[in-house]
DNA sequence: ATTAAATAGTGAATACCATTAACCATGTGT
DNA sequence: ACACATGGTTAATGGTATTCACTATTTAAT
């Protein structure tokens, strides 16, 4: 009957971890925000642990969904503007929700992973999935230059096989490295900017973020597209 | 008096902190173990913020300590080594130590920041001080290529003038922008490592961590050193 | 030496929080 | 009409932070 109480504690939830953090997200303040008493909750969630998985649920479709939006904004054919759209997105995003970046991406992540089940992988495949896509792109025009296998460290070589099985990815692990090469770089700009250790000198990230993705396109053999449709 | 019931609680705290992550860092849990009843650490501590704050305090100088000693236990002349040791004991010490890092350098530092005052800086004064000590070597023995000022971005050249201003760096900010390039890279990975995304995978970072600093070292201009000395 | 004051603890009180258990409506299916 | 599942309630337990009033003890000053 009420399975909107539901979908009202969620936002709720969601709009609480947002503005106090993941730890006041609580299920009181929950229960007083939808107008109940906090053990009428427990017939929806697993307590709070359960209200935190359910934000994070929510969160990691909203993330996907407006990362492949971009990237599906821009022509099919440019593979400069998918990738750059696609990471700009990332970043944007992060940046809008920082305390859901850290449930995703920073330490809420072993948190959550910890507790329940069939978390680990959803985003890395989804995301990797993504962008693999692009990579295959690229792959397939031959525009990529990249180590053979032989000349992989055989234990990296190992790991980079898993990955590629995982996301489920069709190309050769030197193309893998490459993607982890790259995804390294623009995680690495992400928590500087989501953290803010540097903030004192980059309150704005993106002079940096676009240095960045010129760096890594030409490490793909591409160029900045002239016809990057931003959000 | 009893000052040393103060370095007692410092102890217990992290270590609970460690043990149970910083959220388990309760004022209570760190009474009962020191024998004595809450009200009691109000006399030493702000509350608990101030125990998060006096265990990060701890943290960031156990931190700089070990990286500066890996640092200076190469050869002062084998900056090869210098860099690739420091690094190398940054990421060991974040692997050993991951809620500490998390407070670091993760969500807890702004958490930290936004509490207490004169925190932003220390970590990256420090850490950027005595990596571009080592930078500024590089710098005089002409080694370094780098991008010209004016081939930098202005809004990029004042963020970097800013940051070489307050880390006291004494280069061209075309290297400084090579120095936050490296970070990017060694940061990213760290986070990697830390929180786990990629477990599935990678869940030894060496090989990846071992391939970056090839990488970077040949950024640099710069080859691994056959006299490495790590801990 | 006696006395005043600072130090370092306790206990009690307030106000949150999670979680479980017992209970009570209400509507549904037979 | 009756049994029962659904979805809420209140009450109870036990954990947390924090403040306040109080006390013992130590230190310092006259």
């Known amino acids: 009957?009420?399975?909107?109480?539901?979908?009202?504690?969620?936002?709720?939830?969601r709009r609480i971890a947002a503005e106090e953090g993941v730890e006041g997200l609580t299920v009181a303040a929950v229960a007083r925000s939808v107008g109940v008493t906090p053990p009428a909750l427990?017939?929806?969630?697993?307590?709070?642990?359960?209200?935190?998985?359910?934000?994070?649920?929510?969160?990691?479709a909203e993330f996907m969904?407006?990362?492949?939006?971009?990237?599906?904004r821009q022509d099919p054919d440019d593979i400069s503007a998918r990738l750059h759209a696609g990471t700009r997105a990332v970043l944007d995003w992060s940046l809008a929700n920082k305390v859901e970046f850290d449930l995703l991406m920073g330490a809420g992540f072993p948190k959550v992973a910890a507790s329940e089940e069939g978390i680990p992988i959803v985003i890395a495949r989804e995301l990797g999935g993504l962008f693999g896509?692009?990579?295959?792109?690229?792959?397939?025009?031959?525009?990529?230059?990249?180590?053979?296998?032989?000349?992989?460290?055989p234990v990296l070589a190992a790991q980079l096989r898993t990955y590629r099985t995982t996301v489920g990815l069709e190309f050769p692990i030197?193309?893998?490295l490459l993607m982890v090469i790259c995804w390294r770089q623009i995680y690495g700009l992400l928590c500087m900017a989501v953290y803010g250790h540097h903030k004192f000198a980059f309150e704005d990230p993106l002079p940096l973020f676009e240095h960045m993705?010129?760096?890594?396109?030409?490490l793909l053999g591409l160029t900045r597209s002239p016809n990057l449709h931003v959000a």
Chains 1, 2 share one sequence.
């Open 65 to 72: 969904d407006t990362v492949a939006r971009a990237v599906h």
């Open 213 to 218: 993705m010129d760096d890594l396109l030409g």
């Open 174 to 176: 030197g193309v893998v």
């Open 133 to 153: 896509r692009l990579f295959a792109q690229l792959w397939h025009e031959g525009q990529l230059t990249c180590l053979a296998d032989e000349d992989i460290d």
């Open 1 to 13: 009957m009420r399975a909107e109480l539901e979908r009202d504690a969620k936002v709720v939830a």
């Open 42 to 60: 427990y017939r929806y969630f697993n307590g709070r642990a359960g209200l935190v998985r359910a934000v994070y649920d929510d969160v990691t």
